[in-house]
């Protein structure tokens, strides 16, 4: 990667040095990584002489996220039966049905819980069991009958296991900022000939996810829940630690076996109905059953509205005509995913290629590496973030904008004092003020979550986590963020209504969260783990630490979840990813994604022929991770007129980098233009609401 420097700042002598140095052959202790740590680092402050050393360390997983879309017009929704219950949205107010109906909900959005097969791939259709998706749309600017009316689009936050719900109320009216056209459409009128485009953004809770019912039952109550979460061994001493191994290990049996139980409700398992290629056929449905809605919102607007006595009989049925659902259900389904949601995306547009109308897939997996359970072309570029940041540090030129920065550092010096500052707190955890709740101790598990976080949204996290990393005495400010950290670790109390209604209650069951149906999803669809030996695993952890210094030992842990899993899904997806689609699909990466590398993007974009990939220039999981205004008015230009990036356009830049701040050397980040300015505002929302 290029390392952009002010004209001022001279490029440092860059040592060919990795972030937390490859181990030895020899497997090193983590008390070794510990010494190895301080060797490196003061290696590198008495002169640099020797960076490279036996250290290993490993981070966490971190599964992904989306974004969401924006809002508008009012709408045949039952405004009347607006469901705000105690401590927000109540879902189960609103009867599940097997069309959509809208109702008014967190203020200007519109939620319905849409009744779909539990298994499509079931036989017996007339008798099959149901499910309750909850969906969420934030509404297009202009109404159904607006030549300039869009459609949806449907996105996926990631994960597995990623709420949509969540994921559009954080970022929804943002991304519908980008999609749609930079106009106010209020300010013509509804124009046939225009070519503007404006979007529906509607999301969804996969299956076993969030508020789509049935829940993945395995916990009998929140407390049980949150219990068995904090027992959890730190995957980041995974194999520095023997009990850490055989623990995990044991709980996975565990956990596999207590998701599988049968409860005696007579109601089939959502765990045998969860994976990918069933939540493919929710997207259809949704988009289907929306345009079904469409259709019948356009005669609700044409009979009730002024329309019906200003609008002759003509351009009501060239209205009609133009809004009526495709036969056969042939409508295009618009989609951005994230993440996992590219997975999600790729699996879609293989088994339905004659439905993908406009697709954006950001951050992109490797679809088969995914559903052979490998998880083995996640980690090659992870290790490059550190060695990016040392560059935007050296660059910043003081010790103010980054703590880290040495007057003629090699790149080298960032990732070593990186490594040593994280072993620190495996020595020295740093006690927190006392809260209400109780003490609080911040270690080396949270800072490497910290870090972690950090290299997915190097934007939002990249400046904190160095500070916390440099945290000395009497440091308010890391006190602060660390505290602000910890505090999204606190486990959720019953409610008096699960506490009424006792253990194992659709109550309880309701209020726990959606942490381990990732687990369930990634488990399913993958091969069965019940055979692999603690042997075979060490030497597949192997690998991955290989592949990784920083994230490797972490990463198998994802694997290690699956060892238990007894799901075995009611649909396995067997296909070969790729088609010949009715619309070519843009896929994103950038060039340093801790988890989903570029190589990733330029590979899936071949097997869609006519499909292309924006390459921005820059860390972090996901475009707006790093927001680039460039980036997102090509993600517009596809969004309104389907144009695609060229194999020889030039890589989009990003308008800030860490420690360094603006390097649009064009506007200096003030004077932008309205356009302009609209799009910085929404990237930087979508980039600190995810954070």
């Known amino acids: 990667m290029e390392t952009r420097y002010p004209p001022d700042v001279k ?49 966490g997983r971190l599964r992904g996220e989306l974004w969401g879309s924006a809002g508008g017009e009012g709408a045949s929704i039952k405004s ?23 109702h008014q909900c967190f203020g200007e959005y519109q939620c319905a819980r849409l009744s779909v097969p539990l298994n499509w791939n079931s036989t017996s259709r007339s008798v ?67 070519e503007d485009k404006y979007y529906d953004i509607i999301s969804f809770d996969p299956r076993g996810v969030g508020a789509t019912t049935p829940r993945m039952t395995c916990f009998p109550d929140p407390i049980a829940f949150g219990n068995w979460k904090v027992e959890q061994p ?9 009990f850490a191994f055989h623990q995990s290990w044991a709980r996975s049996i565990a956990f596999g076996e207590a998701c599988a139980q049968d409860r005696g409700s007579g109601k089939p398992n959502i765990i045998y109905y969860m994976n990918t290629p069933q939540v493919v056929e929710d997207m259809v449905a949704i988009v289907d059953k929306h345009a079904q809605w469409r259709e019948r919102e356009v005669e609700r607007i044409l009979l009730s509205s002024p ?12 209205i009609r005509l133009r809004t009526a659902a495709r036969e056969n259900k042939k409508e295009l389904v618009n989609y951005a995913g994230i993440s996992y949601g590219t997975l999600l995306g790729q699996t879609f547009a293989t088994m339905h290629p004659d439905r993908v109308g406009r697709v954006i897939l950001d951050a992109v997996v490797d679809a088969a590496d995914y559903y052979a ?133 659709e109550a309880c069951i309701n209020e726990q969260g959606s942490d381990f149906s990732g687990t369930g999803i990634l488990c399913s669809d993958g091969p069965d783990q019940s055979n692999v030996t603690k ?10 630490q290989s592949q990784s210094d920083v994230m490797g030992t972490f990463w198998a842990e994802i694997r290690m979840s699956c060892i238990g899993w007894k799901g075995r899904p009611a649909w396995e ?65 596809y969004w309104q007129r389907g144009e695609l990036p060229g194999p020889d356009d030039t890589p989009t830049e990003p308008d800030v980098l860490p420690f360094i701040g603006c390097v649009n050397e064009e506007t200096k980040c003030k004077d932008r233009s309205d356009e302009d300015e609209a799009l910085w505002e929404a990237l930087h929302a979508m980039a600190i609401s995810l954070s």
């Open 11 to 59: 490029t440092p002598t860059a040592l060919d040095a990795r972030p937390f140095p490859q181990q030895t052959t020899q497997r090193a202790s983590r008390l070794r990584i510990v010494v190895a740590g301080g060797l490196l680092y003061a290696a590198a402050v008495h002169g640099f002489a020797s960076l490279y050393g036996p250290t290993q360390s490993s981070l």
């Open 80 to 102: 009347e039966e607006t469901v705000e219950g105690e401590g927000g949205f109540d879902w189960s107010k609103i009867t599940p049905s097997e069309d959509f109906e809208f």
């Open 128 to 194: 099959r069991e149901r499910l309750a998706l909850a969906v969420i749309k934030y509404p297009a600017r202009v109404p159904v009958t607006d030549p300039r009316y869009a459609g949806p689009i449907l996105t996926n936050p990631g994960g597995p296991g990623g709420s949509g719900i969540t994921q559009t109320l954080k970022t929804g009216k943002h991304y519908q900022v980008i999609a749609d056209s930079p106009r106010d459409p209020g300010a013509v009128a509804d124009d046939t000939n225009s």
């Open 234 to 242: 730190s995957p980041f001493l995974l194999e520095a630690s023997e």
């Open 307 to 318: 329309l019906r006595t200003t609008m002759s009989s003509s351009q009501q049925a060239k």
């Open 373 to 505: 359970l490998g998880w083995t072309t996640n980690l090659q570029d992870t290790d490059r973030i550190l060695v990016a940041w040392s560059d935007y540090c050296q660059a910043s030129g003081s010790v103010e904008k980054c703590p880290f920065y040495v007057d003629t550092a090699p790149s080298g010096y960032f990732p070593a004092r990186v490594a040593y500052a994280t072993t620190k707190f495996l020595e020295s955890p740093k006690t927190l003020p006392l809260r209400d709740n109780g003490p609080w101790v911040f270690g080396y598990h949270d800072a490497m979550n910290y870090l972690m976080r950090s290299l997915y949204q190097p934007f939002a996290k990249a400046e904190d986590i160095i500070q916390v990393l440099n945290w000395k005495e009497g440091d308010a400010a890391a006190v602060e963020k660390a505290m602000a950290w910890k505090a999204n670790s606190i486990p959720a109390k019953p409610s008096q209504k699960c506490i009424d209604a006792g253990p194992w209650s």
């Open 535 to 544: 042997a075979e695993f060490r030497e597949y952890m192997h690998l991955l």
């Open 573 to 637: 997806f067997s296909d070969t990813i790729g088609a010949q689609t009715a619309n070519p699909i843009l896929f994103i990466s950038n060039t340093h994604d801790p988890v989903t590398p570029i190589r990733n993007g330029r590979a899936a974009s071949k097997l869609f022929p006519g499909s292309a990939l924006l390459h921005q220039n820059s860390e972090g999981h996901g475009f707006y991770r790093s927001p680039s205004i460039a980036s997102a008015k090509k993600v517009r230009a």
